[in-house]
């Protein structure tokens, strides 16, 4: 690891000020930086640690009905927050089904959005990556492309965002509060990430220097609680990073669908919302044909990557999985396994295998 | 250029000098505190071998940087027993052979009383649930496979545990 400066700043201004010298980076709990930063894939010269400055860990209610999440809350102090899990279950769930319970513990929200992709091309060194050394060439064309996307990439890099947190929350319309040294603004979350194009080292829309201090979800989110899931597959039953996920949430009245909302994970650069499969279930019958062609409609632009075709037919099963789950309603108690597919549609209720 | 910091070790005050920003807070306990049960496993935050209890969560050590650590309280197995009277977790991973070699048991038994103290007892009644027991220890992996003895031993833990406090409550 790099020698670096580490500051610790108690503002919001503070803090601004301190990462905008070039080679700054912000630090939550480390728990992907410090980790990037033993491989020598990141190299910061100073650390900005972002966990004192107060009132960056509030969980609040607002007035109207939504919340606001500070950017260094922990993972599980979130998804534990019974008001916050009544509210929006399937960001809940999406937690729950990330990482570990050491890492959830310690890792926080602005950090989830700002982890890197787990591209092993990207880890290694000696591999070329346009992300870690831009016009290197990407070793993932050709590659192992399981966890590589089918949505979105480009010739120059075809990695993926490994969030589940940001799946429902870009399907939710969740908005993030960015401080940077002139002033405050916000963003889409759905939007927050770029596509690689031909810059993918540009992973975000934050500007050097700026700062996530919140995310907020409005308050028409909670209206989707009482029908939303968040389903993931994954090559072991716990502690893996998604090959394709995808959370869903429905209101249903009189068995037809009023509003669906639908995004993927593990399939882009970016939690991917499926809009025209949303447009597509708006006043349809909330059965398993619907949801058929909503699975259809979300994958219409799906493109292999590499060796992995296969995922735009695991993504469309997930979909439809995720749609059957939503439909027959939030679960009373949490499963044991969050999102796990192994659950049958009717029970929601799920074992390792 | 010198950082120090304060930390409560296994409930005894520490004012500690740390020479350089990049100790994580593993290294600070094995390498400088000579508190060696902390196990260095993947160093990735992967196996888990390095779990300890930080201000009562469970983290991996590996990737918490000391200088961070200012101000916290921080509990390694060293301190689970006391003198010779172990912790009723220690006791119930002896009881089931919840181990082989040995070397991812610290970890285990620190994540395990993380566990006992977070999501298990507040879901509700979950105290004989063994796949809750399995999910919520996946982040400590066991090369030797003891995970049937492990399981059985958090679980009965946990009953002792609960079983203890309601005891102290009445």
Redesign the interface.
């Given at each position: 690891m790099n020698r670096f400066e580490y500051v610790r700043p108690a503002t919001i201004a503070e803090a601004v000020a301190a990462a905008g010298a070039p080679g700054a980076a912000y630090l939550g709990a480390g728990t992907n930086l410090v980790d990037l930063m033993k491989l020598g894939v990141l190299r910061p010269q100073r650390l900005v640690d972002v966990r004192r400055i107060a009132g960056l860990d509030r969980i609040e209610a607002l007035a109207d009905g939504g919340m606001r999440i500070g950017a260094a809350v922990r993972n599980a102090d979130l998804a534990q927050d019974a008001d916050f899990a009544g509210r929006f279950p399937a960001v809940a769930e999406a937690l729950l089904a990330g990482a570990s319970a050491q890492i959830r513990n310690a890792a926080t929200v602005g950090g989830n959005l700002m982890q890197r992709t787990r591209c092993a091309y990207f880890h290694d060194l000696a591999s070329a990556c346009n992300k870690r050394a831009p016009g290197s060439g990407c070793a993932a064309r050709g590659g192992e492309t399981r966890q590589h996307a089918v949505l979105g990439w480009s010739a120059h890099c075809i990695a993926t965002h490994p969030s589940d947190f940001c799946v429902p929350l870009a399907a939710l319309d969740a908005v993030v509060e960015i401080a940077g040294s002139g002033g405050m603004r916000e963003a889409p979350l759905a939007e927050f990430h770029c596509l690689p194009g031909d810059q993918p080292a540009r992973e975000s829309m934050l500007a050097p220097g700026e700062l996530i201090v919140a995310l907020r979800l409005p308050a028409a989110a909670a209206g989707f609680a009482a029908h939303a899931r968040y389903l993931k597959l994954r090559e072991r039953t716990s502690f893996a990073f998604a090959v394709v996920s995808a959370a869903a949430a429905l209101r249903l009245a009189d068995g037809r669908v009023t509003e669906a909302r639908i995004a993927l994970g593990g399939v882009a650069a970016r939690p991917w919302r499926a809009r025209a499969a949303e447009a597509l279930l708006a006043g349809a019958a909330a059965d398993d044909a619907a949801f058929r062609r909503a699975a259809d409609a979300a994958l219409t632009e799906a493109r292999p990557s590499g060796d992995n075709a296969a995922k735009i037919e695991l993504a469309r099963r997930i979909v439809r999985r995720a749609l059957l789950l939503a439909a027959s309603g939030t679960p009373a108690r949490r499963p044991a396994l969050p999102a796990s597919p192994f659950a049958a549609p009717e029970d929601g209720d799920a074992a390792h295998v | 250029m010198a950082?120090p910091i304060s930390l409560t070790l296994n409930g005894v005050a520490r004012e500690l000098v740390l020479d350089?920003?990049?100790i994580?807070l593993l290294d600070l306990l094995r390498e400088r505190l000579d508190l060696t049960g902390t196990k260095k496993g993947c160093?990735?935050?992967q196996c888990?071998a390095c779990?300890v209890l930080?201000d009562g969560?469970?983290?991996?050590a590996c990737?918490?940087?000391a200088?961070?650590c200012d101000g916290a309280a921080v509990q390694t197995i060293e301190g689970l027993a006391q003198g010779d009277v172990l912790h009723p977790v220690q006791r119930a991973f002896i009881a089931h052979d919840a181990l082989q070699c040995g070397f991812c048991t610290p970890g285990q038994i620190m994540?395990a009383l993380?566990?006992i103290g977070?999501?298990l007892i507040?879901?509700?009644g979950a105290g004989d649930?063994a796949?809750?027991v399995?999910?919520?220890?996946?982040?400590?992996l066991c090369r030797c496979g003891a995970y049937a003895g492990i399981t059985a031993a958090v679980l009965e833990a946990q009953r002792t545990m609960s079983e203890a406090t309601e005891a102290a409550a009445a």
């Open positions: - | 950082w350089d920003p990049r994580t160093d990735r935050g888990g779990t930080l969560r469970r983290v991996n990737l918490t940087l200088v961070g994540s993380g566990l977070e999501g507040r879901e509700g649930d796949e809750r399995r999910e919520g220890m996946s982040g400590n």
